[in-house]
Nanobody
C-alpha cells in the first residue's frame, strides 16, 4: 500500500526556518515525480515545489529562492527546506506523487494525488 507521511511542521516567526519531511512506503520516490503542495485556510491547494524523475525542479514564484526541495533515496524521503519564512507561508503542507511521468507535467504540478494528512506550518510576524 502506497503511503506518504508528512512531518516537521510547527510554529515559527517570520524569517525563521523549518524543514519538512515526507516518508514514503509502498514505492520508491525516485521513480516518481514528487511534489510539495500547501493549502491555506479558505484557499485552494497550490503547488510549491516539484522534482521530476530526471531531477528537474520547479518552484512556485512565491517561494523561489527561499525553499529547497530535495530527496534522500536511501531513506526514501522527500524534504522541503523552508528559509526566510513569511506569514503568508502559513498553511498545511502536503507531499504527493504524480501519476504522470514526464518532467513537463511535473513542472506544472499535474496529476498529483494520494494526499496524506499534511503537516501544518504557522508563521507569525
Amino acid at each position: 500500500q502506497v503511503q506518504l507521511v508528512e512531518s516537521g511542521g510547527g510554529s515559527e516567526q517570520a524569517g525563521g526556518s523549518l524543514r519538512l519531511s515526507c516518508t514514503a512506503s509502498g514505492y520508491t520516490i525516485n521513480t516518481s515525480c514528487m511534489g510539495w503542495f500547501r493549502q491555506a485556510p479558505g484557499k485552494e491547494r497550490e503547488g510549491v515545489a516539484s522534482i521530476a524523475r530526471d531531477g528537474t525542479i520547479r518552484y512556485a514564484d512565491s517561494v523561489k529562492g527561499r525553499f529547497t526541495i530535495s530527496q534522500d533515496n536511501a531513506k526514501n524521503t522527500l524534504y522541503l527546506q523552508m528559509n526566510s519564512l513569511k506569514p503568508e507561508d502559513t498553511a498545511t503542507y502536503y507531499c504527493a506523487s504524480s501519476r504522470y511521468g514526464s518532467s513537463w507535467s511535473c513542472a506544472r504540478f499535474a496529476g498529483f494525488g494520494g494526499w496524506g494528512q499534511g503537516t501544518h506550518v504557522t508563521v507569525s510576524s
